[in-house]
């Protein structure tokens, strides 16, 4: 038989338990909440501003904007005269006022029968599962008389732990602490404040009651409780896999070399990268620096990012905000910048701050002291800026040039540049005085003589020293830079740059052109040849269902549905015999027939018989050809110098081939010998006419003749000029802790 003191404790547990469980928060159509049984009847009348459910047999309120606590039957456990109330836990909260003296938010702690346990004094607090154990922070007062935030660790008596002097305090499951001091040095504390693992580390990572990841000036490692290492070294990144297994990472061997493999200096950062032909960006810690040509530090790393120099100069950022140096490593402009960005020609700097733009020169100088909403930097040193919503022009000096303002402004272009004014569009100068006057709807500059007007439907060809329309134009299209094929009428005619008539509109269709600068023209279903001072050099004739560009003084034309050639003249100097054909290229014409390709002369005479699947014209007397879905090249007599035998060949710029095979690479001579046997996966020529090249995952240099100048060995590879940063990376180690 159980004792009655204990069925009744039972029973009081299990109705405090069913009732807390019963009653809920409600909220009433006055908006206010109470707390009603599981039918909706409001045990609890209505009368807070929020209300959360009960917690061991509490539950907190907002009333009057003021936290509070109540029980089951609606009597105040704790009056609402609180800022701020946090969960309970272990009959435990957190309190929050609002100080008057101080206007801090100051937090203290409470048991839920409203016994104040610590006084409300800290402007931070941070609690265990169960309230026992707090970080807090507070205001304290340097020597200097400055107020500064700092940190430690109390109990729920208000028991200091560990000192409230420190920047920062993490834990790892409140049994143990790192914490950073004002010199930046990290140390370890366990629960009763006792200094474990050793002490002034740079940084710590990952951290237990076993061990610990932390960072000296030679790197990461991991230590134990009494300070011993347990990595052999020192590594790059160590990442803690799970409990006791730890991935290491080694520093990658780094060196800078020449061409020729000679070292210019080595090292062990994080990463190198160029930053100019004389200086090098080096990562540590998260952060970036520079050395020099010798490998010597001339900036330290304190910045987050250092773009590449650029004109002498580079954006470098830290805590998202971004400043300028200079070559010479002078900070132009601070890192307070939101955003900053630097002409390549002039050096003219925009800086964004408080979402407006300053500009200051590649001295660092403020231009002017005028912020704009925007900036768009122009050549010459010139710039359109934006103010109250008006566009004006700058000279280099930051004063305003001509005598207007813009509502839309375009990029200077060939000393001009289409502005919108009061809805319409004109041309101005650098200057900033009216060249056409803006009663446009559109404007676009077309060359250095010449505007296109949109007006009513109407393109009107404008000469922008005359100021005359030269043509007004339904359709135009620009060719080879300097020509523009007109549509008027529906009929097509050309000009030159200037406005020139070449051809006088009047035909359906008029061509580009190529070297031999001979346009094809149709009119009525007539073929013809125009050259570009507008002479005929064949007259239309209807002989032809379609007509080519004129090459090497034959012209590809379709007759019947068969391909041959006129000359210029107009004489069928190669019969439409053939399924289709390509212009003549370095004396010889590709043609088709019966599905294959082949190559023919001028005199007709067939030079190489059709027997490939595909083909490309000739190109310094080569061609590249495919047979039986491979590629090979042929020269001008037909011989294959290299048979048909790789998935594909790419030209590059001095003559020389990349063959490729099976996603492998190699290279081919222009005489069609093989000079980088097939087998790289990268094989990418330099400016220098060297290869960098990748095989097997290691990097390595080869030269134009195949000779290796960089062992391939390296497991990454960067590259400027005749320098090379290469850099060995041995494979992640794993250890595990018993």
Same mark, same amino acid.
């Given at each position: 038989?159980?004792?009655?003191?204990?069925?009744?404790?039972?029973?009081?547990?299990?109705?405090? &338990?069913?009732? &807390? &469980?019963?009653?809920?928060?409600?909220?009433?159509?006055?908006?206010?909440?109470?707390?009603?049984?599981?039918?909706?009847?409001?045990?609890?009348?209505?009368?807070?501003?929020?209300?959360?459910?009960?917690?061991?047999?509490?539950?907190?309120?907002?009333?009057?904007?003021?936290?509070?606590?109540?029980?089951?039957?609606?009597?105040?456990?704790?009056?609402?005269?609180?800022?701020?109330?946090?969960?309970?836990?272990?009959?435990?909260?957190?309190?929050?006022?609002?100080?008057?003296?101080?206007?801090?938010?100051?937090?203290?702690?409470?048991?839920?029968? @409203?016994?104040?346990?610590?006084?409300?004094?800290?402007?931070? +607090?941070?609690?265990?599962?169960?309230?026992?154990?707090?970080?807090?922070?507070?205001?304290?007062?340097?020597?200097?008389?400055?107020?500064?935030?700092?940190?430690?660790?109390?109990?729920?008596?208000?028991?200091?732990?560990?000192?409230?002097?420190?920047?920062?305090?993490?834990?790892?499951?409140?049994?143990?602490?790192?914490?950073?001091?004002?010199?930046?040095?990290?140390?370890? !504390?366990?629960?009763?404040?006792?200094?474990?693992?050793?002490?002034?580390?740079?940084?710590?990572?990952?951290?237990?009651?076993?061990?610990?990841?932390?960072?000296?000036? %030679?790197?990461?490692?991991?230590?134990?409780?009494?300070?011993?290492?347990?990595?052999?070294?020192?590594?790059?990144?160590?990442?803690?896999?799970?409990?006791?297994?730890? %991935?290491?990472?080694?520093?990658?061997?780094?060196?800078?070399?020449?061409?020729?493999?000679?070292?210019? !200096?080595?090292?062990?950062?994080?990463?190198?990268?160029?930053?100019?032909?004389?200086?090098?960006?080096?990562?540590?810690?998260?952060?970036?620096?520079?050395?020099?040509?010798?490998?010597?530090?001339?900036?330290?790393?304190?910045?987050?990012?250092?773009?590449?120099?650029?004109?002498?100069?580079?954006?470098?950022?830290?805590?998202?905000?971004?400043?300028?140096?200079?070559?010479?490593?002078?900070?132009?402009?601070?890192?307070?910048?939101?955003?900053?960005?630097?002409?390549?020609?002039?050096?003219?700097?925009?800086?964004?701050?408080?979402?407006?733009?300053?500009?200051?020169?590649?001295? @660092?100088?403020?231009?002017?002291?005028?912020?704009?909403? *925007?900036?768009?930097?122009?050549?010459?040193?010139?710039?359109?800026?934006?103010?109250?919503?008006?566009?004006?022009?700058?000279?280099?000096?930051?004063?305003?040039?001509?005598?207007?303002?813009?509502?839309?402004?375009?990029?200077?272009?060939?000393?001009?540049?289409?502005?919108?004014?009061?809805?319409?569009?004109?041309?101005?100068?650098?200057?900033?005085?009216?060249?056409?006057?803006?009663?446009?709807?559109?404007?676009?500059?077309?060359?250095?003589?010449?505007? +296109?007007?949109?007006?009513?439907?109407?393109?009107?060809?404008?000469?922008?020293?005359?100021?005359?329309?030269?043509?007004?134009?339904?359709?135009? %299209?620009?060719?080879?830079?300097?020509?523009?094929?007109?549509?008027?009428?529906?009929?097509?005619?050309?000009?030159?740059?200037?406005?020139? %008539?070449?051809?006088?509109?009047?035909?359906?269709?008029?061509?580009?052109?190529?070297?031999?600068?001979?346009?094809?023209?149709?009119?009525?279903?007539?073929?013809?040849?125009?050259?570009?001072?507008?002479? !005929?050099?064949?007259?239309?004739?209807?002989?032809?269902?379609?007509?080519? #560009?004129?090459?090497?003084?034959?012209?590809?034309?379709?007759?019947?549905?068969?391909?041959?050639?006129?000359?210029?003249?107009?004489?069928?100097?190669?019969?439409?015999?053939?399924?289709?054909?390509?212009?003549?290229?370095?004396?010889?014409?590709?043609?088709?027939?019966?599905?294959?390709?082949?190559?023919?002369?001028?005199?007709?005479?067939?030079?190489?018989?059709?027997?490939?699947?595909?083909?490309?014209?000739?190109?310094?007397?080569?061609?590249?050809?495919?047979?039986?879905?491979?590629?090979?090249?042929?020269?001008?007599?037909?011989?294959? #110098?290299?048979?048909?035998? !790789?998935?594909?060949?790419?030209?590059?710029?001095?003559?020389?081939?990349?063959?490729?095979?099976?996603?492998?690479?190699?290279?081919?001579?222009?005489?069609?010998?093989?000079?980088?046997?097939?087998?790289?996966?990268?094989?990418?020529?330099?400016?220098?006419? *060297?290869?960098?090249?990748?095989?097997?995952?290691?990097?390595?240099?080869?030269? &134009?003749?195949?000779?290796?100048?960089?062992?391939?060995?390296?497991?990454?590879?960067?590259?400027?000029?005749?320098?090379?940063?290469?850099?060995?990376?041995?494979?992640?180690?794993?250890?595990?802790?018993?």
């Amino acid at each position: 038989m159980k004792p009655l003191f204990l069925t009744i404790f039972f029973q009081v547990l299990f109705l405090n &338990s069913l009732l &807390s &469980s019963d009653i809920k928060p409600k909220q009433s159509t006055n908006g206010l909440y109470g707390y009603a049984d599981e039918k909706g009847k409001f045990i609890i009348e209505p009368r807070f501003e929020k209300a959360f459910p009960f917690e061991n047999g509490v539950a907190r309120i907002l009333e009057k904007k003021l936290w509070g606590l109540i029980d089951q039957k609606g009597n105040y456990k704790i009056s609402p005269k609180y800022y701020e109330l946090q969960g309970v836990k272990n009959n435990l909260l957190i309190v929050g006022i609002n100080d008057s003296k101080s206007g801090l938010i100051l937090y203290g702690l409470m048991d839920i029968t @409203g016994r104040e346990l610590i006084k409300p004094q800290y402007q931070f +607090v941070t609690p265990d599962y169960n309230n026992q154990i707090l970080i807090v922070g507070k205001t304290l007062l340097n020597n200097n008389g400055k107020t500064k935030i700092r940190f430690g660790l109390i109990n729920n008596k208000n028991n200091i732990l560990i000192p409230i002097t420190f920047k920062e305090i993490k834990h790892a499951r409140f049994r143990t602490f790192a914490t950073r001091n004002d010199n930046n040095l990290w140390n370890l !504390f366990d629960v009763d404040g006792k200094t474990i693992f050793g002490k002034d580390y740079l940084s710590i990572n990952d951290f237990d009651e076993i061990s610990a990841v932390v960072e000296n000036k %030679e790197g990461w490692t991991i230590v134990s409780p009494d300070g011993k290492y347990l990595t052999d070294g020192n590594f790059r990144k160590i990442i803690k896999k799970n409990a006791d297994v730890f %991935e290491l990472l080694s520093f990658p061997f780094i060196k800078v070399v020449d061409n020729k493999h000679s070292i210019l !200096f080595s090292t062990q950062y994080d990463e190198l990268n160029f930053a100019n032909e004389n200086l090098y960006i080096f990562k540590k810690d998260e952060r970036e620096g520079l050395l020099n040509e010798k490998g010597n530090v001339v900036l330290e790393n304190k910045f987050n990012v250092i773009q590449n120099f650029k004109n002498g100069l580079s954006i470098v950022k830290s805590n998202n905000k971004y400043g300028v140096i200079n070559q010479k490593l002078q900070q132009l402009l601070p890192t307070t910048y939101e955003k900053i960005e630097i002409d390549s020609l002039n050096g003219i700097i925009k800086a964004l701050t408080n979402k407006t733009w300053v500009v200051f020169n590649r001295l @660092g100088k403020p231009i002017n002291n005028i912020k704009y909403e *925007d900036v768009k930097v122009q050549p010459y040193a010139m710039m359109f800026v934006k103010q109250d919503k008006l566009w004006f022009l700058l000279n280099s000096d930051g004063k305003v040039v001509g005598p207007n303002w813009f509502n839309k402004v375009s990029d200077i272009t060939n000393f001009h540049a289409v502005v919108n004014y009061k809805n319409g569009y004109g041309l101005i100068d650098t200057k900033g005085n009216w060249v056409i006057e803006p009663v446009f709807d559109s404007l676009k500059i077309i060359s250095t003589h010449l505007v +296109v007007a949109y007006s009513k439907g109407i393109n009107n060809i404008i000469n922008i020293f005359n100021k005359n329309i030269q043509f007004a134009v339904e359709k135009f %299209e620009l060719i080879h830079s300097n020509y523009l094929i007109i549509t008027i009428g529906g009929k097509k005619g050309l000009i030159n740059y200037r406005g020139k %008539e070449i051809v006088q509109p009047g035909y359906d269709f008029i061509s580009d052109f190529s070297k031999d600068s001979i346009i094809t023209i149709l009119k009525d279903k007539k073929y013809g040849l125009i050259d570009l001072k507008g002479n !005929f050099i064949l007259k239309t004739i209807a002989t032809c269902d379609e007509m080519g #560009i004129m090459q090497e003084e034959r012209v590809p034309i379709k007759i019947k549905n068969k391909y041959g050639f006129f000359d210029k003249e107009g004489g069928l100097r190669i019969a439409n015999r053939y399924e289709s054909v390509l212009p003549f290229s370095n004396g010889l014409a590709a043609f088709l027939l019966k599905g294959k390709w082949g190559f023919i002369n001028k005199a007709e005479e067939i030079i190489i018989q059709p027997q490939y699947d595909k083909i490309e014209n000739f190109k310094n007397e080569i061609a590249i050809v495919q047979k039986n879905n491979k590629w090979g090249i042929l020269n001008k007599n037909g011989l294959e #110098i290299l048979k048909p035998q !790789f998935d594909n060949i790419y030209p590059l710029p001095n003559g020389k081939y990349i063959s490729e095979s099976a996603g492998k690479k190699g290279l081919i001579g222009s005489n069609g010998k093989e000079i980088i046997p097939i087998g790289y996966d990268i094989l990418q020529q330099l400016n220098s006419c *060297d290869f960098l090249a990748k095989k097997n995952g290691k990097y390595g240099l080869l030269t &134009s003749n195949g000779m290796v100048a960089i062992p391939l060995m390296y497991d990454k590879m960067k590259a400027n000029g005749k320098y090379f940063i290469i850099s060995i990376e041995d494979p992640p180690k794993r250890i595990e802790l018993k």
